[in-house]
């Protein structure tokens, strides 16, 4: 592994983006999405990750999912995994209208 230049500590998240709805649905009202697009997300995630690409060896010290952990060891990023066997990991939701 490369020397780490930067560590960065937080929560990590499962960002599941419904994108290019064509409106918002109303509340309870359910509406099909033709774009759904999932990956990981948080301040400490997407900072390493930028910090990799631009080529600094970095370290995220979170709670991740195996899918969220392995896509940062293919962004290049170390990974120290502090979730806990059986819990659940963080998932935020967010619709995009087409406009």
């Known amino acids: 592994m490369p020397v780490t230049e ?4 937080g929560e990590a998240f499962e960002d599941l983006i419904f994108a290019s709805l064509d409106r918002l649905p109303k509340p309870g009202e ?3 999405t033709p774009t759904l697009v999932r990956t990981v997300g948080g301040g400490a995630v997407i900072t390493a990750i930028a910090g990799a690409r631009l080529g600094l060896g970095c370290r995220v010290v979170s709670a991740l999912s195996a899918p969220a952990a392995g896509r940062l060891r293919r962004e290049r990023v170390g990974v120290l995994n502090v979730k806990r066997e059986n819990e659940p ?3 935020t939701a967010a619709l995009s209208t087409a406009a």
């Not at 930067?6 to 500590?9: A, D, G, N």
Request: glycine share 0%; hydrophobic share 60%.
């Open 30 to 32: 359910e509406i099909r």
């Open 89 to 91: 990991h963080a998932v």
């Open 6 to 9: 930067l560590i960065t500590i």
